[in-house]
């Protein structure tokens, strides 16, 4: 995902390649969206600017002011499946740095099945989305 500013705004671009380990169909997804920061929280509203089809919210936030690897929170929008069901789960964004290899990380991007042993525990603890006990909504998991 990247930021940049125009006209005053903070704007975001985010490009999904998917490959389904399942069924190795592979995909492109690209969203347009505008940014927020409020009450220490961001808040990312896309739009799926390829289909004309999905919307989604994103609302982030990091719990350690010192390093931002990692922002948590939840994503709730339309499915890109062809039923369109709004959906929500929780999320986490890390950063990689100024001067990554966009292409590079692009190559990595999968679905992935939570049993694989290449994904930080971290970070797959923070995805989880099974309610904790007395839970009656979903919350972002701080990481």
Do not use: W
């Not at 920061?37 to 982030?60: C, H, M, P, W, Y």
């Amino acid at each position: 995902m990247d930021f940049y500013e125009h006209q005053g705004r903070i704007l975001s671009k985010r490009i999904e390649r998917v490959k389904d380990p399942i069924y190795g169909e592979r995909f492109v997804c690209k969203f347009e969206g505008l940014v927020s920061l409020n009450a220490d929280r961001l808040f990312i509203v896309e739009r799926d600017s390829l289909q004309q089809s999905g919307f989604t919210l994103k609302i982030l936030f990091c719990t350690h002011r010192s390093h931002v690897n990692f922002l948590s929170g939840l994503v709730t929008g339309t499915s890109m499946r062809p039923d369109n069901y709004p959906t929500s789960a929780r999320v986490v964004l890390e950063y990689l740095g100024r001067t990554g290899d966009t292409k590079a990380e692009l190559r990595k991007c999968s679905m992935f099945i939570p049993s694989h042993h290449n994904i930080n525990p971290k970070i797959l603890s923070a995805i989880d989305n099974a309610f904790a006990e007395g839970e009656t909504a979903l919350h972002a998991i701080a990481r």
